[in-house]
């Protein structure tokens, strides 16, 4: 049970933004710390080592004194920015950073009614599981660091919760989250990505970000199937199985179809 404060109506809405608004800016200042710390890092830029030394620099040094000194600068700043984070979760909120799993009995449901959700201070279950299922695709295929706008999947909760559906089927409500989720465009800079994965089957990369997290919680609906498989690999088996039909979803969540998408996903549920 949570001791965070709730806030009831549009005053509650609007307080849940600003919240993630401000989590998002350390976010954001944090993804540049990161970026700076590979400055002096040739390989991580893009660009060829020295051939041969010059004053006071080796061969495989960084372009001057100044990059190298603002790289180490930014290293200690991502440490102690790490550090800091990691200690305020664990005094204040345990459980902060955990993904909230697929394989729990009915977290479609449970996450479809939390796109209503007014706490101020807590990551309604919707932001929570797509912004950190998010974490773990990027993580699996992409190269660090990446930038996910929690503001922005909120945006898409609160489009949802506008035009709230109490009756929807899972794949009804899976449908316009995707929807949802693609306009909102919550990944904002991803790393350098795998061609040869799942995310590289789109031209928009939040379709297949969205695709395998939502479709996750259909398959993963009655349970964990095996002992052996974690979230992480879960996503992986999803993002196999769906990677062949990702250009379709792609193009109707463009034409904005959701009575097509709706019948994918029904035809890809009844593969699993």
């Known amino acids: 049970m949570s001791i965070l404060p709730r806030i009831p109506g549009s005053l509650g809405s609007h307080a849940v933004s600003v919240a993630a608004s401000a989590r998002d800016g350390l976010r954001a200042a ?10 002096d890092d040739p390989d991580a830029q893009g660009q060829k080592k020295r051939k041969r030394p010059t004053w006071l620099l080796p061969a495989d040094a960084p372009t001057s004194l100044l990059t190298g000194f603002i790289a180490q600068n930014a290293r200690i700043a991502d440490k102690v920015m790490n550090w800091s984070s990691d200690a305020a979760a664990a005094l204040l909120a345990p459980d902060w950073r955990v993904l909230p799993s697929p394989f729990n009995r009915n977290m479609m449901g449970e996450i479809a009614a939390a796109i209503t959700s007014q ?9 929570a599981y797509f912004y950190r299922a998010a974490l773990h695709i990027l993580g699996r295929y992409a190269k660090p660091p990446f930038l996910v706008l929690e503001n922005r999947i909120d945006a898409a909760r609160r489009t949802l919760a506008a035009a709230e559906q109490a009756d929807a089927s899972d794949v009804a409500f899976l449908a316009r989250a995707l929807i949802a989720l693609v306009r909102a465009a919550p990944i904002a800079e991803a790393g350098e990505i795998d061609p040869k994965s799942v995310l590289a089957k789109t031209k928009d990369l939040n379709v297949s970000v969205a695709a395998v997290a939502g479709i996750a919680l259909l398959f993963g609906d009655q349970g964990k199937p095996t002992d052996e498989i974690d979230e992480d690999k879960f996503f ?3 993002g196999a199985l769906i990677a062949p039909r990702l250009t379709t979803i792609e193009q109707l969540i463009t034409r904005d179809d959701v009575k097509k998408l709706e019948a994918e996903l029904a035809a890809i549920k009844a593969l699993y």
């Open 30 to 39: 944090h993804y540049f710390v990161q970026e700076l710390a590979t400055s």
């Open 119 to 127: 706490s101020f201070t807590a990551n309604a279950l919707f932001n």
């Open 236 to 238: 992986a088996i999803v």
